[in-house]
């Protein structure tokens, strides 16, 4: 009688605990390994086809030339590289300093999410992403920089011709 009850609560037991463990989903775990092991396998469900770029802003007056913008991220500096060339925008590079994995902009600078959108737009009028509010200011504010530049070289360029 005894064994059976000693079987039975370690059977009992056994089956509760093994409700308990950790699995790679729901255990809690938001270490960046564990989030970027599950996107390498998943298909990205957000992803989506990008508008051709468009001319642009007819606004603006830039200046061919590759300019360098600042802006202020979550935990740092946000710099973006652009290429002005014939009227039209490239981002050719966007960097981070401080920004931790943890952040949802991370990811979008790392994977080129940010110069996809600055390329279709043609200027700092991107969508913000989910988690990246801040982050996604921050590249705003270093594209507006970049492209300033450019307008001031344009109006540099105007008054020498002018004179």
């Not at 059977?11 to 255990?27: D, I, K, M, Q």
């Not at 590079?93 to 279709?120: L, V």
């Not at 105007?158 to 004179?163: I, L, R």
Request: aromatic content about 4%; overall charge negative.
């Amino acid at each position: 009688m005894k064994t059976n009850a000693m079987a039975l609560s370690a059977c009992v037991l056994t089956l509760g605990l093994a409700g308990c463990g950790a699995s790679f989903e729901g255990s809690g775990s938001k270490d960046a390994a564990s989030a970027e092991s599950l996107a390498l396998r998943l298909d990205d469900p957000w992803a989506q086809e990008m508008p051709a770029p468009v001319a642009v802003n007819s606004q603006l007056s830039l200046t061919d030339g590759v300019y360098t913008g600042w802006g202020k991220g979550m935990e740092g500096p946000i710099t973006v590289t652009l290429l002005v060339d014939g009227g039209h925008i490239s981002c050719l590079e966007i960097t981070q300093e401080g920004e931790s994995q943890s952040r949802g902009g991370y990811e979008a600078i790392r994977d080129g999410k940010y110069a996809t959108m600055i390329e279709a737009v043609q200027g700092s009028e991107i969508d913000a992403i989910a988690g990246a509010t801040i982050t996604t200011a921050g590249v705003r504010q270093a594209v507006d920089d970049a492209l300033a530049q450019s307008e001031a070289a344009a109006q540099t360029q105007s008054v020498a011709a002018a004179e």
